[in-house]
C-alpha cells in the first residue's frame, strides 16, 4: 500500500492568514492525489482533485499543487468556516488510501 | 444533486456480521464506482473496497476474506457485508461515489453510520 504523510498533523491559525499543509506518498502517485475538507461530526467533502483541480462549489482561496510524492494544500486567507481536518487522499494504485489528517484549529 | 444515505444496524456483536445498506437518489447508479470509506472514532479515514454499478468488485487486502459489497441496481442501493467483527471494526462507515475526472476521487458521501461492536 501506498503510505500518506500529512504535516503538521495540527496547527493554530488566526482568521485571514495563509495556510499551508503538506503530503507526502511513500512513492510517486503522479498527480493522482486529492484533498478534502472535514468537519466535526460530518462526511468529508471534495476540495481538490487531480493535484490541483478546483471541485465545483470549492472557494478559491483554496488551491493544490504538487506531483510525483510531494503535495501542498493552501488557503490563502482563512475563514472561520475553514477550520476543520484536512485530508490528502492517493488515487493512484489500489487501495486507495488516505492521510492521517491535519486539524486546523483557531489561535 | 446526488445523495447517499446509510442504513443498518448501530450495534453487531463481536465475531457477527455487520451488514449496511447505502441508497443513492438523485442520480443513475450507471458508469460509477460506488465504495464504502470507514472512520475509527478519533482516526483517519480507511477505504474497505468499492463496486462498480455491473458488479464487479475490489477490495482492500486488509479486509479482503471478510467483506462482501454487492449492487441492486433496480433499487439504487449498494451493500457491505463485513463478517466476524471485532471491537476493531467500530467506525463511522460512509458510502461513496468514486468518480473520474484526472483521476479517482470521491465525489459524494452519505452521512456516515456510527456501527459499535460490543456485547
Known amino acids: 500500500d501506498i503510505q500518506m504523510t500529512q504535516s503538521p498533523s495540527s496547527l493554530s491559525a488566526s482568521v485571514g492568514d495563509r495556510v499551508t499543509i503538506t503530503c507526502r506518498a511513500s512513492?510517486?502517485?503522479?498527480?493522482?492525489l486529492n484533498w478534502y475538507q472535514q468537519k466535526p461530526g460530518k462526511a468529508p467533502k471534495l476540495l481538490i482533485y487531480?493535484?490541483?483541480n478546483l471541485q465545483s462549489g470549492v472557494p478559491s482561496r483554496f488551491s493544490g499543487s504538487g506531483s510525483g510524492t510531494d503535495f501542498t494544500l493552501t488557503i490563502t486567507s482563512l475563514q472561520p468556516e475553514d477550520f476543520a481536518t484536512f485530508y490528502c487522499?492517493?488515487?493512484?494504485?489500489?487501495?486507495?488510501?488516505f492521510g492521517g489528517g491535519t486539524k486546523v484549529e483557531i489561535k | 444533486q446526488v445523495q447517499l444515505q446509510e442504513s443498518g444496524p448501530g450495534l453487531v456483536k463481536p465475531s457477527e456480521t455487520l451488514s449496511l445498506n447505502c441508497t443513492v437518489s438523485?442520480?443513475?447508479?450507471?458508469?460509477?464506482?460506488w465504495s464504502w470509506i470507514r472512520q475509527p472514532p478519533g482516526k483517519g479515514l480507511e477505504c474497505i473496497g468499492y463496486?462498480?454499478?455491473?458488479?464487479?468488485?475490489n477490495y482492500n487486502p486488509s479486509f479482503k476474506s471478510r467483506v462482501t459489497i454487492s449492487v441492486d441496481t433496480s433499487k439504487n442501493q449498494f451493500s457491505l457485508k463485513l463478517n466476524s467483527v471485532t471491537a476493531a471494526d467500530t467506525a463511522v462507515y460512509y458510502c461513496?461515489?468514486?468518480?473520474?475526472?484526472?483521476?479517482?476521487?470521491?465525489?459524494?458521501w452519505g452521512q456516515g453510520t456510527l456501527v459499535t461492536v460490543s456485547s
Open positions: 461513496a461515489r468514486r468518480s473520474y475526472s484526472g483521476g479517482y476521487h470521491f465525489d459524494y
Open positions: 438523485g442520480g443513475a447508479m450507471s458508469s460509477y464506482y
Open positions: 463496486i462498480y454499478y455491473s458488479g464487479s468488485t
Open positions: 512513492q510517486s502517485v503522479s498527480y493522482f
Open positions: 487531480a493535484a490541483s
Open positions: 487522499q492517493q488515487s493512484y494504485s489500489s487501495p486507495l488510501t
